[in-house]
């Protein structure tokens, strides 16, 4: 069974830039996640989809960033325009139907702001 | 204060050792707990998981969940050199606020030869 699957692995911008990351979550798996993991701390979760709608994005900094989830398959985070602050791991993960708990994370995105 | 507290080590351990992660936690929502192994430049990969207090055993991993306490643990046997990655503790409740995972910070575990 294929894992999540995310690109790019590495990106480095200067700030005020604009920024996105592809995912693809296992096949089957109805919930999709966005985390930002900041260097030394755990994952943040940042939005939730299942399918194409949005359950959760609570912490999403949506003057900054926005993420959709065409089709209910792939998705894709953006952030426009990029802080400093923002530098970060950014990791997607999808679980099965009807369970939660069991989340699978893809390698995550580095991203690196100037 | 954090919802989850979890020491961020390092910790490290000679081969063979018997290693005790440990994470506490505020939030008494919370009902699933989870282990995630994240060796450097990796994903987070879940290696065990638990419902309410207990224990579960796996090989050489055993994880104990103490909810009177808030406190959580996972014990490694026969440590190797393999398993030298950052643990960090999750955990998640069924409904509102608590039903989002919440990790801690990570302990980074170096097993030496």
């Known amino acids: 069974e294929a894992g999540v699957a995310q690109s790019p692995r590495y990106k480095i911008i200067e700030k005020r830039q604009s920024v996105a990351f592809w995912c693809n979550p296992i096949?089957?798996?109805?919930?999709l996640y966005w985390y930002q993991q900041i260097l030394g701390q755990g994952p943040k979760l940042l939005i939730q989809f299942q399918n194409n709608g949005v359950v959760d994005d609570s912490q999403l900094p949506k003057d900054r960033f926005s993420a959709e989830r065409l089709k209910g398959v792939d998705s894709t985070l953006k952030i426009q325009p990029a802080k400093l602050e923002d530098s970060a791991v950014y990791l997607c993960?999808?679980?099965?139907?009807?369970?939660?708990?069991?989340?699978?994370f893809g390698p995550g995105t580095r991203l690196t702001v100037t | 204060q954090k919802e989850v507290e979890q020491d961020p080590g390092p910790l490290s351990v000679p081969e063979g050792a018997i290693v005790s992660l440990n994470c506490t936690y505020s939030?008494?929502?919370?009902?699933?707990f989870m282990w995630y192994r994240q060796y450097s430049r990796k994903g987070p990969e879940l290696l065990m998981y638990?419902?309410?207090?207990g224990n579960k055993e796996d090989g050489r991993f055993t994880a104990q969940v103490d909810k009177s306490s808030k406190y959580i643990s996972l014990f490694i046997r026969d440590s190797q050199p393999s398993d030298s990655a950052t643990y960090l503790c999750a955990m998640m409740g069924s409904a509102g606020t608590a039903s989002k995972l919440t990790f801690g910070t990570g302990t980074r575990l170096q097993v030496t030869l």
């Open positions: 939030n008494s929502a919370f009902q699933y």
């Open positions: 638990t419902y309410s207090s």
């Open positions: 993960a999808s679980s099965p139907p009807l369970d939660r708990t069991k989340q699978y």
């Open positions: 096949s089957g798996h109805a919930t």
